[in-house]
Structures are given as C-alpha cells and as structure tokens.
C-alpha cells in the first residue's frame, strides 16, 4: 500500500486528538478524499453543537457536498478513525462513497464509552424487539406522498 | 387510542406532501413531539440543500435540539411518515427518543424507489460482504484519542 492512504488517515487522528484535547467533542475524525485531495472533514460535534447526528462522518460528508456542491460522493473515499456507526454507514451509503478506510472497531468504540456496537445489534431485530418503542400508524395515508412522488415532474431521484 | 398521535402523524403527512409538491426534496416528513407540543419538525432536504444526511427525521431531531437547547431528546416521541432508514434509526438512539411513531414501511419506500431496504440488508452484513469497501488501517494509532478520551477531564460523555 503507498503512503497515501497513511497520509489522509494521519490528518483523521490529528483531528480526533485535537477534538479530545480541546474538550469541543468525542474522540474521532474523518477526512473525504477526491484524487489526491481532501474534499471535506470533520470531528465529533455532537455535545458542542447540541447535535446528536454530527458524528465525524456525518460532519465530513455535509462538508464535501457543500464543497463539491453535489448530494453524492461517488469516486470519493472516507479514512475515519473509527468504523462507522449505524448512522453513519447509512450516511456512506447515502452519500455512494466507494470505500471506508477505518482505524479502530465498534468493539474499541464500546470499550471507550459508545452505543456503536449496542445500535448495530438493534438496528438488525425485527422492530418489535428494539428497546426504541415503534409503532405503526396511519400507513394508508403516508403513502399519499409516494403515489404523488411517482407522478411528480418536479422530482430530483436521489 | 387518543387523537392526538393521529394529529401529529398528520401534520407529518402535510409536511412531506407539501415538499413533493413544491419539488424541494423527497416524500417524507417527521415531527417530534414532547409533552403536547411539536418541538421540531422536518421534510428530507438532501436535494435542495446538497446534503444526503438531510433526511426528514434527522433534520427534525436537529430542529428539536436547537430548540430544546440539548443533544438528548428523551421523553420524546417522533411520528415519521415512513419507517425511519438505519441512518435515521441509528440518529434516533442516539438521541434517545423513547418512542417512533411510523407510517409507510421500508418495503413502501423501496416501491417508490428508495435503498431503505438494501441498506438495512447491506448494515447487517459482515464488513467484508458489503457493496461499500471497507478498508481496516492503522488500528493502533486511532486507539490514541479513546485512551486520551478516557482520562481527559474535560470531555462531556453522551
């Protein structure tokens, strides 16, 4: 493997460190790479901006298509510190990045504090095993908003 | 059961067909409820703002933490036009909502084309059978921040 992918993945721990030190957030960073550059990065912001999804994928993600101006990443690559959460995966496969390099595991992330590993066996229960409460509601008339969807001619796909 | 969740499971409906019809994003809404009041809601925005984390339930818990001036949410209940996907699942306990009130289905959303489904199936997968590369690198030196983390007397834990 060249030195490059090192590179971008040193830029991810400088910044997890720098978010522990300063106090502002958890202990992770992430960096968006397009060709040889860095698109957009991001810390854990969740505690300084009141804002539970500003994990450091999410954060490095908004920054890139903010950058790019584009909702999708793809041919882009993410170096984060940590193998992403539920959340953020959802958001990586949202965003169609083509590859995650990630440093440490959810069972390291579990063993420092976090949900990561909790979430992941969660998300994969059937809904009426989840320790979240969900209940079905009004089904017929949500699918309105799909039945229009389908026929709109303003409609951008994602 | 009451009127009231069907009121709230109906402004969400409002909300998402106001957005497919004005054309500004997808067809989705949410809102989030504490006590008797809405104290944020949300229509997916990835389109119209460059941003494909901006689903309707992640912009609505972003709005209720703003607004609640907080990164928790518990004892709060969220209704969703559709079955949260797991990047929205995944924001949901992070934000410790106790309750998901949902219309439509993952399957719903599937039929009107979105990958709410595949990446629930794609979650649950080992890493190594993913459509998105995942890429292990550099284990030991992400594991600095979560030592650094856990003796550090400033972080706030969430």
Known sequence: MSAIP????ERAIQLSLENVRSGRGGPFGAVIVQGNEIAGSGVNSVTGTNDPT???EVMAIREACQRLATF???GCQMY?????CPMCLGAIYWSRLDCVFYGSTREDAAEAGF????IYDELC????G?????EPLMREQTLEAFREWKRSGLKIPY
Chains 1, 2 share one sequence.
């Open 54 to 56: 500003a994990h450091a």
């Open 80 to 84: 984060t510190t940590c193998e992403p």
């Open 6 to 9: 090192n590179s971008f993945m």
């Open 130 to 134: 989840r320790t979240v409460r969900m």
């Open 125 to 128: 229960r059937s809904r009426a």
């Open 72 to 74: 999708q990443l793809s």
């Open 115 to 118: 949900d990561d590993a909790f």
